[in-house]
Structure formats: C-alpha cells, structure tokens
C-alpha cells in the first residue's frame, strides 16, 4: 500500500474507533439509563428491547440508501453525514427526559448510520487488490472500539452519570468528522464510470449470484455469532456458580474477546489477498464453529473463556473475508451500494440472532445456545467447503 492509501487506512481506522467506542459506551448501560428517565422495575426490560430494536431497524431500512448515495454524491461526504448526524444524536440523547423521546434519539441514531460500511466502499475503491488488507485495519479499529467502548462508559457512567457518557462519545464522533474532514480526500471518479441509479443498482445486485451469495453468509455469520448475547452473563453464572460477579467476569471475558479481533485482524486480510477470499471464509466459519461448541462442552469457566478467545479470533475473519468478497464480485459504480446492503444484512443477522439464541435457551437451557450457533457455523462451513469442491472440480 501507498503512503496516501495508507493515511486513508489508518485515519478511517482511527474514526472507527471513536464510532464504535461510542456505540459501545453507552449500549451496556441503556437499562440504568432508562430507569433514570422514567421506565419502572416491571417495564425496563420492554424499554430497553424497544430502545435497541428501533436502532437497528431503522439502520437496516436506510443503509443501502446511504451507501447507493455515496456512490452518486461521494464517499466522504456520505461518511461526514454519518459521524456529524451520530454526534448529534447523541448530544440529543443527553437532553431528553422521558423513555418515549429517548426511543426517538435511538431511531435517529439508526438512521444516522453508515460510517463502516461506506468507509469500506471508500477502501475498497482506493486500495484495489490489496482492499482485504485496508478493510482488515478498519475492523480491527472496531474491535478496539468496542473494547475501548464499555470500559470507558461504565466508568464515566459510575463517576459522572450516563448524561456525561452520551456527551463524552458525542465528542468521541466530532473528533472522528474532523479527522475525516482535514484528512481524507475524496477519490476523483473515473471517466469513464456510468452513473447508475440507486432503483438500479439495487435491481442489479439482487441478480448478482456472488453478491447474494455474500449476504446470506454474512446474516449467518452475524446471526450465530451474538445469538448468545442474551444470556452471556446467566451462563457465566453458570459455570462459575456466583451471580454477583456475573457481569465483571462477563466484561473481562468480553474485553478480551476483542482484543484477540484487534489482533488477528490484519491475518485475515493478508490471507484473503494470499490464498483467496473463499478459503478464509472457509476457515473463519470452520474455526468458529470449532470454538462454539468447546464453549457448549465447556467444564468450567477457565475453558469457557479460552474457547471465547479463540472465537475472537475466528468470528472477526468472518466479518472480513466476506466484506473483501464484496470487492471481487461487485462493480466499482455500485460499491456503495453493495455495502450498504451488506451492512443491512449485519442488522437482520444483529435482529434474528438474540431471538434465536433467547429462545432456545429458554426452551433447551442455557448450553443449547452455544450448541445451537455451532450447528449452524458448521453446517454452513460444510456447504461452502462442497462449493469450492464443486467450483474447483
């Protein structure tokens, strides 16, 4: 990678940190929040679940509107829209005074969204073959976020309050506009690009085989992958017998979950620009499913969290490699777009996966869960290694 390529990399990365470290200080605490704005004991667990599904679902309905504008207006201008409308939302978010208005600054957070996904169109156009590469730096920047994230808003919110959370990472969001304001440029558009409409482009990535293909496997991949966020904690209780430290055990395991991601990140990107973007999906969902179900067998909370930091490392190269696919199997005119519905497919994968998960430990207990993500990992590992055979043959 070039020098300007990689201060693209690395500013983008630096944004992704503030964006997701953001997201994540708050997102832990929105119960405690609630309770501050009026929810009750009984209802708390309906606010919170409205206040979380409203996000993601208003993120899900106008990502692919955003990344096919960023086609046709710029990436930077669409990731400037993104970071400045998140700042804002949560500027509002440390105002309001009642659950109802705090339900409408979530649903404009939703809509806010786009900063990954378009930077990732921004990346793939830029760094060409070696896209895996630039996008493997942008995530590895999320994990750092999401690591960064919690730590930071539970101790503003237990020293401050969560109002100074909300204002905390609204400047986390500002800082990211300016970086991406004074030092990314815009890449020119080529000549010879045809203008595609966003109707279109929509039309004609739905017929893309390849491209389809990717989505499926990422709402998969996301689906299996937070299924167990429900119930993380409960079964850290589980295994260790003691509630009380439940959710100190839980945040350390957590924590350390993304460190491994941070880390193994740019192992992804090398090895998708060296073996091919279907093997490392081949051995992301492999490894993953391995790691579901050492967590399912697990004896006791010592092999429990070493299965979590090996899952760390499996569950970021599926984010990854799928993302590089997007660059091998989609034109550089509808790159926004393709992102954008692949980050829809995250936001159904984030919608159906708790459900999921919640609902088969209820029913099965709480190990099912683990079991229940492994199964699915493996089953679809199984049926990409069958393609490449079939493709290969």
């Keep these: 990678m070039n020098g300007t390529l990689k201060r693209t990399v690395w500013i983008c990365a630096l944004g992704g940190i503030c964006v997701s470290g953001g997201g994540t200080m708050v997102f832990p605490f929105l119960s405690f929040y609630l309770l501050e704005l009026g ?3 009984d209802n708390v667990e309906l606010w919170t679940s409205l206040a979380s599904s409203a996000t993601f679902l208003m993120g899900a309905i106008v990502l692919p509107i955003w990344g096919a504008l960023s086609d046709r207006m710029g990436q930077k201008k669409m990731i400037l829209r993104a970071s400045a409308s998140l700042a804002l939302a949560f500027f509002l978010a440390s105002i309001v005074t009642t659950p109802l208005q705090f339900i409408g600054v979530r649903m404009f957070q939703g809509f806010s969204f786009g900063y990954f996904p378009i930077c990732q169109s921004l990346l793939s156009s830029l760094a060409g073959s070696h896209a895996a590469e630039a996008i493997s730096v942008l995530m590895a920047g999320r994990s750092a976020g999401s690591v960064l994230g919690p730590f930071l808003g539970g101790t503003f919110a237990h020293f401050f309050g969560m109002r100074v959370s909300f204002l905390v990472g609204g400047m986390g969001y500002i800082l990211c506009t300016l970086l991406i304001l004074f030092f990314i440029k815009q890449p020119p558009k080529k000549a010879a690009a045809k203008q595609v409409g966003i109707v279109e482009s929509f039309h004609i990535l739905s017929k893309n085989a390849a491209f389809v293909r990717i989505m499926s496997l990422m709402v998969v991949n996301q689906a299996a992958t937070i299924l167990i966020n429900p119930i993380f904690s409960l079964y850290v209780a589980e295994l260790t017998g003691d509630l009380a430290d439940a959710d100190l055990i839980s945040g350390v395991i957590v924590g350390a979950v993304g460190i491994s991601g941070v880390i193994a990140a740019p192992f992804w990107g090398r090895l998708c620009t060296r073996r091919g973007v279907m093997t490392g999906t081949l051995w992301a969902f492999a490894g993953s499913a391995v790691t579901f179900f050492m967590q399912w067998a697990a004896p006791n909370i010592w092999l429990f969290a070493a299965g979590q930091l090996l899952f760390g490392i499996f569950v970021v190269g599926g984010t990854i490699t799928l993302t590089a696919g997007v660059n091998e199997c989609t034109d550089g005119a509808m790159r926004g777009s393709a ?48 393609r490449q055979r079939t493709l290969a043959a």
């Design 39 to 41: 929810a009750t004991q």
């Design 339 to 386: 992102f954008g519905l692949l980050a829809t497919s995250m936001n159904i994968g984030n919608f159906i996966g708790p459900l999921m998960g919640g609902l088969c430990a209820d029913t099965f207990g709480l190990a099912s869960a683990f079991f229940l993500g492994g199964a699915i990992l493996l089953l679809t590992t199984v049926w990409i290694w069958f």
